[in-house]
Nanobody, 122 residues
Framework: QVQVVESGGGSVQAGGSLRLSCVAS????????MGWYRQGSGDQREFLGY???????TYSDSVKGRFTISRDNAKNTVYLQMNSLKTEDTSVYYC????????????????WGQGTQVTVSP
């Protein structure tokens, strides 16, 4: 089994910053992609970006320039640095990890965390 756990959410005033962390643990051979989505109350889940192993980091246009995704492969961890936060960034932030279970496995399996709440006040 694979566990994905986010942390670092909380409350911040508009214009402030937060850094979210996400750790993948359990039984897997490698992690291909780790990324982030968010979902506000009543909204659909919104793609934010991802870090692909050996590839470029990709961002949604809505957060490009304000949010930065970084990854520590040794720790199986991905981070989401959020700057210049706005009230509309208030959401539950979800992390996912797409992993391979063996060296000859071609298909990745995707696991999601439970989410961490970010609240931005005026």
């Amino acid at each position: 089994q694979v566990q994905v756990v986010e942390s670092g959410g909380g409350s911040v005033q508009a214009g402030g910053s937060l850094r979210l962390s996400c750790v993948a643990s359990g039984s897997f051979f490698s992690i291909d992609v780790m990324g982030w989505y968010r979902q506000g109350s009543g909204d659909q889940r919104e793609f934010l970006g991802y870090s692909s192993s050996g590839g470029p980091t990709t961002y949604s246009d809505s957060v490009k320039g304000r949010f930065t995704i970084s990854r520590d492969n040794a720790k199986n961890t991905v981070y989401l640095q959020m700057n210049s936060l706005k009230t509309e960034d208030t959401s539950v932030y979800y992390c996912y990890a797409s992993v391979k279970t063996g060296p000859s496995v071609s298909t990745s399996l995707t696991y999601w965390g439970q989410g961490t709440q970010v609240t931005v006040s005026p």
